[in-house]
C-alpha cells in the first residue's frame, strides 16, 4: 500500500526537531531510521500528518564510553553497534543483540532509539534495556527503562519529545542472546538475553508479552544456586503469551524453557 499523503521536514538541529515537533502538533512523527515507522505507514497502521526527519544530526550519533556507564547516542544504527570496539569491549551482549535485528539492510540503517521508541514487544532491545535498568534520556527528562514500555508501541513520549541517548551499565561479563525465528530474518518467536552483573544473573525476555519481561523468578533461582536447567523452569511465571498463528501459547511458552535453558548454559551456568 501506499501512505497517506504527509508534509515532510528535515531538521537542521536538535532545537530546530524540537521546535517543528511543537508547531506541527501531535500528529506529527519522528523520522529515524524509518524501519519501523514506514512499514507502519505502508500498511495505514500510522498516518502521520507530518514527519521530522533527524537523519542529518551528527550530534545524535556514536558511542561512548563515561565511567561505569556506555552511552549511546539515538541515531547510533545497529551495525554500528554490532562492530563498535568500545561496545563489544563494555557490553558485548548489546552487539551480540543488535547482530540479531533484522537483515543487512535494516541493520545498516534502523537506529537504537528508533527501535526503542517503537515499543514492539518482539524488539531485542527493549528487554535489555529492561533487564539492565538502561536509562532513556530525552530533550525533557531521564527515564528508567522499567516506566517506560508501558505496552505495545506505547511509551511515556510526549509528541515532541526526542530520545538523545541511551544509557546502559558497563557490564563486560558473560552473556548471551538467543532466539528462535521459523524464517532468516523473520521477527523472533520467543528470545532470551542473559547477563552476568556484579549483582548477579539478569534475564530478559523478548516476544512473550504486550511489553518486554525480566524474568525475575530465573534470576532468583539462580541466585540461590539453581542449575541453568532448574532455573529455567521459572522462565514463563506469570506469562501468558498471546497466541499466534505461528505459534500458540504453549508452544511459545515451551519456547521460552528452552532457550533459557540454553543460554544460560552457553552463558557459563552449570
Not at 166 to 191: K, M, N
Request: include cysteine; charge should be neutral.
Amino acid at each position: 500500500m501506499i501512505p497517506a499523503a504527509f508534509d515532510y521536514h528535515r531538521a537542521t538541529s536538535l532545537d530546530d526537531a524540537v521546535r517543528r515537533l511543537g508547531e506541527l502538533g501531535d500528529e506529527a512523527k519522528i523520522l529515524a531510521g524509518g524501519h519501523s515507522l514506514i512499514p507502519f505507514m505502508r500498511l495505514r497502521l500510522a498516518a502521520p500528518t507530518a514527519l521530522v526527519d533527524l537523519h542529518g544530526l551528527a550530534e545524535l550519533r556514536g558511542v561512548r564510553r563515561d565511567g561505569a556507564t556506555l552511552r549511546i547516542g539515538a541515531l547510533t544504527r545497529h551495525r554500528d553497534l554490532e562492530t563498535d570496539p568500545v561496545v563489544r569491549a563494555a557490553l558485548p551482549l548489546l552487539a551480540t543483540v543488535a547482530g540479531h535485528i533484522g537483515d543487512p539492510q535494516v541493520r545498516n540503517r534502523g537506529t537504537i532509539a528508533g527501535a526503542v521508541a517503537h515499543a514492539d514487544p518482539a524488539g531485542e532491545y527493549a528487554a535489555v534495556c529492561l533487564m539492565l535498568d538502561a536509562r532513556i534520556v530525552t530533550t525533557k527528562r531521564e527515564l528508567g527503562a522499567a516506566g517506560f514500555f508501558l505496552g505495545r508501541y506505547t511509551t511515556p513520549l510526549d509528541p515532541d519529545e526526542i530520545i538523545t541517548e541511551i544509557a546502559f551499565p558497563v557490564e563486560p561479563g558473560p552473556h548471551a542472546y538467543l532466539e528462535f525465528c521459523q524464517r532468516l530474518y523473520d521477527w523472533a518467536l520467543v528470545g532470551v538475553a542473559v547477563q552476568r552483573t556484579a549483582s548477579g544473573w539478569r534475564v530478559g525476555l523478548v516476544n512473550v508479552s504486550d511489553t518486554p519481561v525480566r524474568a525475575a523468578g530465573v534470576e532468583r533461582a539462580l541466585a540461590a544456586g539453581a542449575t541453568a536447567a532448574e532455573a529455567a523452569e521459572r522462565a514463563p511465571d506469570g506469562l501468558d503469551p498471546i497466541p499466534t498463528s505461528r505459534a500458540p501459547t504453549a508452544y511459545r511458552v515451551h519456547l521460552t524453557r528452552v532457550l533459557t535453558r540454553r543460554a544460560l548454559a552457553q552463558a557459563g551456568v552449570g
